[in-house]
């Protein structure tokens, strides 16, 4: 029998079907002082590392995706300026396919979720899957293949979400908030439904390969053995120790601010984890080029040793800017936005890694949140994937997309607004081939700028 609040619920988010119709969702058009896209892209370089930024550029125009992974701060000034039902989730920010992936639980089991929170904050649900949507149709087509089945992806994962979010409208609070997808429950599933020996067998080897990549593999890329003691390796412009980092400081005064800066950072941990930092010393700090749209942003990893060379734990420590959905949305709740990346994540994920956490630079100022560097990261590779594997993986991020929705939000509301047939689900997948037609064009764009030489972009090394 279904409760009276449910009722409730769901009819609040009916009744919303009349002033935005889920229908007009697919009617987007770019709005007619829409601003210039290149010139959005490159507002956020302001206060980025300036001899960062040319690698920035060209990461993000080798391909039409790739240009989407970096250009969030576009979508969200073309959402802000379309219709949204009232209907608040706490956002991803930036849900496109490549932020996806697989992690260690701290129980050490191998989860799929959420990877990317840097743009959180609460907002419209539909940005989201929008977002999403939207890149299953770029994805499609920068494979090579024809519009039809981009918009068919869109629309599976947009079902995959809709249905799930009915679920957990139906479920305890307490039984959505424990929801998580292993990697091992996926593998088994894949054979009842009848997937085949190579599918199952490349499974398990994606299984193997992700678990591999532990922060002990990452060391052995990132640290060596000098003068008795462990530090990073120097490999600019990619990977460059504190050493070598030009600044206008002294020594002593620079390892002095790192201090406080990890201080800082441990101060927001719980005590059980704090406990558990004390028994590292830290001994080196390096900057790190990581991602495609964050180039640019700082990022720093700490290396810590305990009782030897097999105890080893590696920090990432990135720079916390304004998300790019703040100009449109209310502000954040928290005045450190390392700590909005942090809260976000925490409420998103099924489970995060136990080393989130966050700081204030006491020399710079700028904020930064803290995680592990690698803990069993796997992500699917979007470029290489089949229409079959791909059609799964939309379906499992919306799935995933709804279950952190469902957590920050009121899941029988947004429910209720969606319904059970498929008229939101054909309307986002109109808006995603729509969308994809417009970041074309925002990548010709770009592509023009960098190649008139209004733009500069570096060549990576070898």
């Known amino acids: 029998m279904m409760s009276t609040h ?5 009819d609040r988010g009916r009744n919303l079907r009349k002033s935005v119709p889920r229908s007009s969702h697919g009617d987007w058009a770019p709005s007619v002082d829409r601003p210039d896209p290149v010139d959005l892209i490159e507002s956020q370089n302001a206060d980025r590392v300036g001899w960062l930024v040319p690698i920035r550029r060209v990461r993000m125009v080798e391909t039409p995706f790739t240009f989407y992974r970096g250009s969030a701060k576009i979508m969200a000034c073309d959402l802000a300026a379309a219709q949204s039902p009232d209907l608040q989730v706490q956002l991803c920010g930036d849900a496109h396919l490549s932020n996806f992936g697989v992690f260690a639980s701290p129980e050490r089991r191998l989860l799929f979720d959420l990877n990317d929170f840097d743009e ?28 039809a089945t981009g918009r068919g992806l869109a629309i599976e994962s947009t079902k995959a ?3 799930s979010m009915a679920s957990f409208a139906e479920q305890s609070w307490l039984k959505t908030w424990y929801s998580k997808v292993p990697v091992d429950d996926l593998l088994a599933l894949a054979k009842t439904q009848g997937a085949s020996k190579k599918q199952v067998k490349r499974g398990k080897r994606f299984i193997r390969k992700a678990k591999s990549k532990d922060h002990l593999q990452a060391a052995k890329g990132l640290i060596e053995f000098d003068n008795d003691r462990f530090r990073f390796k120097s490999e600019p412009p990619l990977l460059i120790p504190l050493r070598d980092i030009p600044l206008d400081v002294a020594p002593d005064e620079l390892r002095d601010s790192v201090r406080k800066d990890f201080a800082d950072y441990r101060s927001s941990m719980g005590d059980d984890v704090a406990r558990l930092l004390d028994r590292y010393d830290l001994v080196d700090i390096a900057m790190k080029v990581v991602g495609v749209g964050s180039v640019g942003t700082r990022c720093m990893i700490a290396l810590l040793v305990g009782r030897g060379p097999n105890d080893i734990l590696l920090l990432q420590f990135t720079e916390a800017s304004q998300s790019v959905l703040a100009e449109y949305l209310p502000p954040s709740r928290y005045e450190e936005s390392g700590q909005r990346v942090v809260e976000g994540q925490r409420l998103m994920q099924a489970a995060s890694d136990i080393f989130l956490g966050w700081s204030r630079s006491s020399r710079s100022g700028h904020h930064y949140y803290w995680r592990q560097l690698k803990d069993w990261k796997g992500s699917v590779d979007v470029a290489k994937s089949s229409e079959e594997a791909l059609m799964r993986y939309g379906k499992l991020c919306g799935l995933i997309l709804a279950r952190a929705h469902a957590v920050s939000g009121d899941p029988a509301a947004i429910s209720g607004y969606l319904g059970k047939g498929h008229v939101f689900d054909e309307a986002m997948g109109e808006f995603a081939v729509r969308y994809a037609r417009q970041n074309r064009e925002d990548h010709a764009a770009f592509a023009a700028a960098i190649e008139d030489g209004r733009l500069e972009a570096a060549e990576l090394p070898a």
């Not at 449910?6 to 769901?10: D, V």
């Open 161 to 163: 979400y809709r249905e």
């Open 120 to 147: 959180t904050l609460p907002g419209p649900f539909d940005w989201d899957v929008k977002r999403l949507a939207a890149s299953l149709v770029i994805a499609a087509e920068d494979r090579g293949w024809d519009r």
């Open 6 to 10: 449910l009722t409730e619920h769901r």
